[in-house]
């Protein structure tokens, strides 16, 4: 029997009643610390775990010495010092007083079951769902995901409320009673978030909702799909935020620069009319000085009129406002147009072309070559340092692949997707030394997506970079049209 005490999983003491270890077995050695029996043994408890002494547990053991009633708890937290270290420990515990012959409490049996691992594993579980649900509330996130096999979902009220159902939504509420939210004009945008998930896993869209009460909110869409082993879509799982004070804000600000830029282009247009009848008038005089004051008071207002057009471009393409004049032409004779007009009035750098693709295509001449112009000119802007610019054509036999290359500062690899929205500028030293609005970029991929193609960026930092864009070749149809 004694053998069975000392070999079983759980820890079992005996104590008399002045706390003297008559007892322990193996499992308890180790919560005590101690490698075996016969270093607990004969000892004073206290002088073995000294934080226990007037703590909670030491009042317990009183009490069922006292009282004579047995005590058990779960996951009771007891304070220890044990090998020096103070920590708390949880344990399953159970206390039972010990009786002679006479019926007199001489001790008491010490059974117990440690769990701290697995209490301090699941607090720390606790404590971070707690933060996780701090950080969704804090941000106003709805929760949600949707079965795709049975459409049905599971919400956080958070989630009905940004769509107008505060005290819940009906349980059944189905992806499709979600779609039939979505604002019309949205849908598309919605559609294709949903397809590109299906695709690529994760979707982010910000489309315009009613709500219940009729209002419109924007909401701000992030989810992954779920596929199982036969890559099957099951599960949609992500988060639904309200952006429309944003939104606000963002339309407040377009107006703002759409009613600025409209403003300026007007007085911007006289000045230069009046510059040009000034200059003809004044070079007459025969002064070079003169004349090297008209040069760079021209360049001056050609920098404003550049910056004016690209404010004004945003805007009307953001209102859907830009008409596209679609035409077959030479891509290789527009390269060749656009490198002689910029190299003319650039000495720091050579802009060479290598034309390997093939170059018929269907698109808009003017926009095409605004998309070279800001290419080649944030080429130059960028590599201050190197002379060499290089513009490829690819052999392809379906799209018309080309390649606008410098040697300069390069770009890093967080930064190649950001650098194509509107505003964004690489803040560090070497690229505030040149001036910008951030809109190039920006312009020239609305540019390319209207007419069916797209860009990106090959890089390495310090070493340059290949700004490459793509565009469908001119099929037969277009031709016979
Ligand atoms: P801007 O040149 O007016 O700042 P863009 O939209 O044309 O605006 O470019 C956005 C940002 O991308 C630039 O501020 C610059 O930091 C970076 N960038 C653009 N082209 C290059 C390039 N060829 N090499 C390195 N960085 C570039």
Redesign the pocket.
């Known amino acids: 029997m004694n053998e069975l005490y000392r070999k079983a999983p759980v820890g079992i003491f005996f104590m008399n009643k002045d706390f003297v270890v008559n007892f322990a077995n193996q499992a308890m050695c180790k919560m005590f610390g101690k490698e075996s029996p016969a270093e607990i043994e004969g000892k004073n408890l206290f002088s073995l775990l000294p934080g226990l002494e007037g703590d909670f547990i030491h009042q317990l053991y009183e009490k069922v010495i006292g009282t004579g009633e047995s005590f058990v708890d779960k996951e009771l937290p007891v304070n220890f010092i044990r090998n020096g270290k103070a920590e708390v420990a949880y344990y399953n515990i159970l206390i039972e007083p010990v009786r002679n012959d006479r019926n007199e409490i001489i001790g008491i049996v010490n059974v117990s079951l440690e769990l701290t691992e697995q209490v301090v594993n699941r607090k720390r579980l606790e404590e971070s769902q707690h933060r996780l649900d701090l950080a969704i509330e804090a941000n106003k996130l709805g929760i949600w995901e949707f079965d795709l096999l049975s459409n049905t979902s599971v919400r956080s009220a958070r989630y009905d409320e940004i769509f107008g159902y505060e005290n819940g939504a009906p349980s059944w509420w189905s992806r499709e009673d979600f779609v039939r939210h979505i604002m019309e004009e949205d849908l598309p945008t919605y559609k294709a978030a949903f397809e590109q998930a299906r695709e690529r896993g994760d979707m982010e869209a910000e489309v315009r909702i009613i709500t219940a009460h009729g209002t419109m909110k924007w909401i701000g869409i992030r989810g992954v799909i779920l596929k199982d082993d036969d890559g099957i879509p099951v599960k949609a799982i992500g988060i639904t935020v309200d952006v429309t004070e944003r939104k606000r804000q963002e339309t407040q600000k377009d107006e703002f620069i759409s009613i600025v830029s409209h403003e300026l282009k007007t007085p911007i247009t006289s000045v230069k009319a009046y510059t040009q009848i000034l200059q003809r008038e004044l070079s007459k005089l025969g002064d070079p000085k003169i004349s090297l004051m008209f040069d760079r008071m021209d360049k001056q207002l050609n920098k404003l009129t550049g910056i004016i057009y690209d404010l004004l471009d945003v805007t009307h393409m953001e209102g859907g406002k830009v008409r596209y004049n679609h035409t077959e032409f030479s891509f290789n004779d527009l390269l060749d147009e656009i490198i002689s007009e910029i190299q003319v009035g650039i000495h720091t750098h050579t802009i060479q072309a290598v034309k390997q693709g093939k170059d018929r295509i269907y698109a808009d001449r003017e926009r095409i070559s605004q998309v070279l112009v ?2 080649i000119t ?2 130059i ?3 201050p340092k190197s002379s060499e610019i290089i513009i490829r054509t690819y052999p392809s036999e379906t799209v018309l692949l080309c390649g ?1 290359q ?1 040697f ?4 890093s690899d967080e ?1 190649k997707t950001k ?2 929205e509107k505003f ?3 803040h560090n030293s070497q ?1 505030s030394t ?11 991929r609305e540019i390319l997506k209207r007419q069916n193609g797209r860009i990106w960026v090959n ?1 390495v930092l310090g070493e ?2 290949e ?1 490459v864009f793509e565009l469908p070749l001119t099929t037969s149809e277009e031709i016979s049209t």
Do not use: E, P
Request: proline letters at 0%.
């Open positions: 800001n290419l944030n080429a802007k960028y590599s606008v410098d300069g500062f390069g770009i930064m650098l194509f964004y500028r690489v690229h040149v001036s910008g609005l951030g809109l190039g970029l920006y312009i020239t890089s340059g970079s700004f």
